[in-house]
């Protein structure tokens, strides 16, 4: 069975810093993983998607994700935090094949920015 | 397109009432989702429908809730009766990547 661990419930960094959001899979078969962010009172929007073409995966607010196998791990980062970064992050692996649609969601990382 | 809509944006009921939420998702997504997010629980996925029918219900959390698809453009979640438990925001999310719709946000007194 698929799964995601999203290490860290809270992360916190200054404006320009590097942000860097842990998530480690677990699956059975080749994994589709994703990202998305949910902004206060809003639903969730993906961020970027690794559907295994490039393991290096670009999305959108400038962040980008790598995909190791060797590591389970999709790990999200953003080389300079904006304020506007302030969100909580979901990290979600598809479940079984590619045709369900149906995703495993973790628990959440809550990116706080300081100015 | 407008994206994935849901009615009411926020219900309040008391214990006992029936409440029935809805969605219109994206045309042309062939997947919609319903999903229920608490501080306590997180996200949860309830049911999902695939080309209207029911693909998988064990996240539907008990007899009381049910989902119906009557055809490609809408969808509804009830409860009843509902509970002060049952208080969250439920999301409906469409398509294979699921775009999300902006929840509902259901507070049971």
């Known amino acids: 069975a698929q799964s995601v661990t999203q290490l860290g419930s809270h992360v916190s960094v200054s404006e320009g810093a590097l942000v860097l959001l842990r998530c480690n899979y677990s699956?059975?078969?080749?994994?589709?993983l994703f990202w998305y962010v949910q902004y206060p009172n809003q639903g969730l929007q993906l961020l970027l998607k690794?559907?295994?073409?490039?393991?290096l995966v670009k999305g959108i607010n400038g962040f980008e994700a790598e995909f190791k196998k060797s590591e389970t791990s999709f790990h999200l980062t953003k080389p300079s935090a904006h304020m506007s970064d302030a969100a909580e992050y979901f990290c979600?692996?598809?479940?079984?094949?590619?045709?369900?649609?149906?995703?495993?969601f973790g628990q959440g990382t809550t990116l706080q920015v300081k100015p | 397109d407008a994206g994935v809509i849901q009615s009411p944006r926020h219900e309040v009921t008391e214990m006992g009432q029936e409440v029935t939420l809805r969605c219109k998702p994206i045309?042309?997504?062939?997947?919609l989702f319903w999903y229920r997010q608490t501080m306590m629980r997180g996200l949860e996925l309830l049911i999902y429908?695939?080309?209207?029918?029911?693909?998988?219900d064990s996240g539907m959390p008990e007899d009381r809730f049910s989902a119906k698809m009557p055809n490609a453009s809408f969808s509804t979640l009830k409860i009843q009766p509902s509970e002060p438990r049952d208080s969250a925001v439920y999301f409906c999310?469409?398509?294979?990547?699921?775009?999300f719709g902006p929840g509902t946000r259901l507070t049971v007194l």
């Open positions: 999310a469409s398509g294979w990547t699921q775009y």
């Open positions: 979600a692996v598809m479940h079984g094949s590619s045709n369900t649609g149906k995703l495993i």
């Open positions: 429908f695939n080309n209207n029918v029911p693909i998988d």
């Open positions: 690794y559907t295994s073409a490039a393991t």
């Open positions: 699956s059975s078969v080749p994994p589709y």
């Open positions: 045309s042309g997504h062939n997947s």
